[in-house]
């Protein structure tokens, strides 16, 4: 075990000894503290200390070199034999605090990134848990403090939004109390604002709203490729995050194949795109690189369009705003999946089949296996899509049709 002075100069240049796949280097000036180098280059900080009668070697809260220095390593040093002094374990004392947020990006990391609504579950964490309890420690957030929360969300959000966020919050408590010997989540039954027959959303837009949208969107100042994912949306009958994520490689010709990895049902959907659809997807962003990007983008192609929050409350101001000049009643709330909803009618309107439109909305009809051929019902579902176009095209259109007849009008009774 090699002993010196360790330098800032010395940590830069260390390598392991000659047939060592790994190297300690004991610091003279603090006793137990060792930068660990392995042979193909990784440094790290190690304190070893004697706890219960046995050598244990710490590396947690040491970090690596260069991004702990030297000083910073020799403080937290210090700060482990204070521990030991005090009669307290050193990995207990130096360890991270476990606060709310820390635990939540731990059970992202562990559990979350594997789930299909994971990072959905991770951004309505940080936007509406964060800022209250992100650095409070998780020991201490107690039934009240979640309960003023589930308050302020459903003041501002609505109780559904408060309810999703309770169960985003209950998984990642539940799972840390899996992993821990003395927490216990402090959620109980009866936190919940809605029943769950309530849950279930039935919000369909009336035509009107669906010409008070697409107006907003021509006026709303929203990113350049917000108009067209939302369209998209209601043309395609696809969940948010599925528009969101359109990709040039997942398109041949007038086929959107959305693949399974990022489908509810965790097969292939693909989606005839209308003349209508495909006249959203647009131009090749300038200044991507490669051969393919994000339709939807507010970055070149290079990520899917993401800002959903932002971009709505403009659209509805706009919207706000159209009605109120025209002296109607404000749009009752809506949400960018209602329009997933207001397709499925559309389509029940202009007599499409139901299994057809069911098979549009990618739901598995009874009996068919998982291994059904992809390609199944195409030219059914093209149908369905053509019909549903034909029919938002006669909403929106036929507004603007009365709009102009009725300035006519008036502008002939104003000469007369």
């Not at 002993?3 to 006793?31: S, V």
């Not at 899996?178 to 039954?189: E, G, L």
């Not at 907003?216 to 969940?239: H, I, Q």
């Amino acid at each position: 075990m090699p002993r010196r002075a360790l330098t800032d100069r010395f940590c830069a240049h260390a390598k392991a000894r000659d047939g060592e796949a790994q190297t300690d280097y004991f610091d003279e000036e603090r006793p137990g503290l060792a930068l660990r180098v392995t042979k193909a280059g990784t440094k790290s900080w190690t304190y070893y200390f004697t706890w219960g009668g046995k050598r244990v070697r710490m590396t947690q809260g040491l970090g690596t070199y260069p991004a702990t220095s030297l000083a910073r390593a020799r403080t937290l040093a210090d700060q482990a034999r204070a521990a030991l002094e005090k009669g307290k374990d050193p990995r207990t004392a130096l360890a991270k605090p476990e606060t709310f947020k820390a635990i939540c990006e731990e059970w992202y990391e562990r559990e979350g990134k594997a789930l299909r609504t994971g990072e959905d579950r991770k951004a309505t964490l940080e936007r509406l848990a964060y800022p209250t309890l992100g650095d409070r420690s998780i020991n201490e957030v107690g039934r009240r403090d979640i309960i003023r929360l589930l308050d302020r969300i459903e003041d501002e959000s609505g109780a559904v939004m408060a309810d999703q966020t309770l169960a985003f919050m209950r998984r990642v408590f539940n799972w840390h109390a899996n992993r821990s010997d003395d927490f216990r989540s402090p959620i109980v039954r009866g936190m919940a604002r809605t029943k769950p027959k309530a849950r279930a959303r039935k919000r369909i837009l009336a035509d009107d709203e669906i010409r008070d949208v697409w107006a907003g969107l021509a006026a709303a100042e929203v990113p350049t490729c917000y108009p067209a994912f939302v369209k998209m949306l209601l043309l395609t009958a696809t969940r948010r995050n599925e528009g969101a994520n359109m990709h040039t490689s997942e398109l041949e010709g007038d086929l959107w194949t959305i693949p399974g990895e990022r489908y509810k049902t965790k097969l292939d959907h693909v989606i005839p795109l209308t003349p209508q659809a495909l006249a959203l997807i647009g131009e090749k962003p300038y200044g991507v690189n490669g051969n393919s990007w994000f339709v939807f983008s507010t970055t070149h192609g290079i990520k899917g369009f993401s800002g959903f929050s932002k971009a709505k409350r403009e659209l509805d101001k706009e919207i706000a705003k159209r009605r109120e000049a025209e002296s109607r009643e404000p749009m009752p709330r809506w949400t960018l999946h209602d329009l997933r909803r207001t397709a499925r009618s559309l389509m029940s309107r202009a007599k499409v089949p139901t299994d057809h439109a069911e098979r549009v909305l990618g739901h598995v009809i009874g009996g068919v296996s998982e291994t059904y051929d992809r390609y199944e019902y195409l030219d059914e579902k093209r149908e369905a899509l053509t019909q549903l176009a034909r029919l938002v095209d006669f909403i929106v259109h036929r507004r603007v049709i009365s709009v102009t007849l009725r300035r006519v009008n008036r502008e002939a009774e104003s000469t007369a």
